[in-house]
């Protein structure tokens, strides 16, 4: 049972450029989340999304920076107009359906945004 | 809203010895699952050992065990018998127990590098 998969790995994007970053869920996983870690500080959650939902998406900023996780395909976080301070590791972390009371996230290795 | 504090932002620790990491958090909640994650150079999140917070008793995994003080708030990670491969950044996280049965967004600590010498 593969991981968590993200990709890319590493992005380097232009001020002004689109980023998007995918990531594909583990099998039988149909709760993603979305984390940013900037250099030297711990990862803070952005979004929680399930198939087709967006459950909480109380960690986003407001403007250019949008999620989505069809019924088909990984999930996407996609920044538009990306800006230095875009610069960050992106995270992607799933865990199972409901009904277990205490599921726990797995995480993917990580999208490294370079702004530059 | 949930806090997860880590007041040591950098420890180090001999090969072979124990080292324990402090993580205090705050929270109004009752039902909670307190998480240590291990982040090597590599950046992959690593669970290393978790604890809910109706459980007394602390957890351990192997060589890592908590002391978990629920009324101080507090859940340190203790090291025994530290090898290289423990070097890494170490993050405390808090995870609300939703009992609708979904699980919920992870609130981290901002880390402790923590180095291992020979």
């Known amino acids: 049972n593969a991981g968590v998969m993200q990709n890319p790995r590493h992005l380097v994007r232009r001020r002004g450029q689109e980023a998007r970053l995918r990531c594909s869920p583990m099998?039988?996983?149909?709760?993603v989340y979305w984390y940013r870690q900037l250099p030297e500080e711990g990862l803070k959650f952005m979004v929680y999304?399930?198939?087709?939902?967006?459950?909480?998406e109380s960690g986003m900023p407001k403007e250019r920076f949008s999620a989505e996780f069809p019924k088909e395909g990984p999930s996407i976080l996609r920044i538009q107009q990306v800006v230095r301070g875009d610069s960050a590791a992106y995270f992607c972390?799933?865990?199972?359906?409901?009904?277990?009371?205490?599921?726990?996230?797995?995480f993917g290795q990580g999208t490294r945004l370079t702004v530059v | 809203a949930q806090t997860v504090t880590q007041s040591q932002p950098e420890m180090s620790v001999q090969e072979a010895e124990t080292v324990t990491l402090s993580c205090t958090y705050d929270t109004s909640e009752s039902d909670y699952y307190l998480f240590w994650y291990k982040q090597p150079p590599s950046r992959q999140m690593i669970l290393v050992i978790r604890q809910e917070a109706y459980k007394q008793q602390n957890a351990t995994e192997n060589r890592f065990s908590v002391n978990f003080q629920k009324a101080a708030k507090s859940f340190s990670l203790k090291i025994s018998d530290s090898q290289l491969g423990d070097a890494a950044m170490y993050f405390c996280?808090?995870?609300?127990?939703?009992?609708?049965?979904?699980?919920?967004?992870?609130?981290f600590g901002t880390g402790t590098r923590l180095q291992v010498t020979l």
């Open positions: 972390a799933s865990s199972p359906t409901t009904g277990a009371l205490n599921t726990e996230a797995f």
């Open positions: 996280a808090y995870r609300s127990d939703r009992r609708a049965g979904t699980a919920s967004k992870l609130t």
């Open positions: 999304l399930q198939k087709e939902n967006i459950i909480d």
């Open positions: 099998k039988g996983h149909s709760h």
